[in-house]
């Protein structure tokens, strides 16, 4: 009788190493464990891979091995050194999200009035966009408060308080009110709100007429 050919077979209790390249290290790390394999992730620099995902990996994807066994994982830290992106019409969220793929961060992030820019609109970053940073730094963000100061108007004449609230984008009414002394410019005497109040808000404002 010839002899019989020998025949390739994988043991029962081997797997293959996944393809792990371009995802993110904490879903690679909960790949390989739920594998009853054993990740090493170390950190290098890379002008391709965002900050935060797997470059490649010894062994690489494809490879039969059994349980325990170490696995290396490159898991990028972004370029050596980036140019802080633009913002324009970016959310606070999307900007981060842009900075830290370059292997950058957020740092400082300062809130301001505006009475247009949504709430949470990057309106300004620090060092300006295009500024070139080394791997780890930090960008300050400025983004908008979605809300807009309101002031005192209380005693101006009607045209001057109408100036300041009609720049503030508010819903704004006016009042005119008979209950009082008739006096030059049609003075303010009373008003809804004052002070920090969310975007478009309604106001009302009364005046004497006399």
Do not use: H, W
Not at 42 to 63: D, F, L, N, W, Y
Not at 101 to 115: E, F, N, Q, Y
Request: net charge negative; aromatic share 4%.
């Amino acid at each position: 009788l010839g002899a019989l050919a020998p025949q390739s077979f994988t043991p029962t209790n081997s797997r293959e190493v996944p393809e792990l390249v371009n995802i993110t290290r904490a879903d690679v790390l909960e790949a390989l464990r739920d594998l009853d394999l054993i990740p090493l992730p170390i950190e290098q620099s890379s002008e391709k891979v965002p900050s935060g995902k797997v470059i490649s990996s010894e062994p690489e994807a494809g490879t039969v091995v059994g349980p325990r066994e170490k696995v290396k994982i490159y898991v990028s830290t972004g370029p050596e050194s980036a140019e802080v992106p633009e913002f324009s019409r970016m959310t606070l969220d999307e900007y981060t999200e842009a900075v830290e793929a370059l292997g950058l961060s957020v740092g400082v992030v300062t809130r301001v009035d505006s009475p247009t820019e949504a709430e949470n609109l990057v309106l300004d970053v620090s060092p300006a966009a295009g500024t070139r940073l080394d791997s780890g730094g930090t960008v300050e963000v400025t983004v908008s408060s979605g809300k807009v100061e309101v002031p005192d108007v209380m005693g101006q004449p009607l045209e001057v308080a109408r100036n300041f609230i009609e720049n503030l984008g508010l819903d704004s009414s006016y009042v005119g009110t008979t209950s009082c002394p008739q006096q030059p410019g049609f003075p303010v005497t009373a008003q809804s709100i004052v002070g920090q109040q969310p975007q478009r808000s309604k106001i009302e404002i009364s005046y004497c007429t006399g």
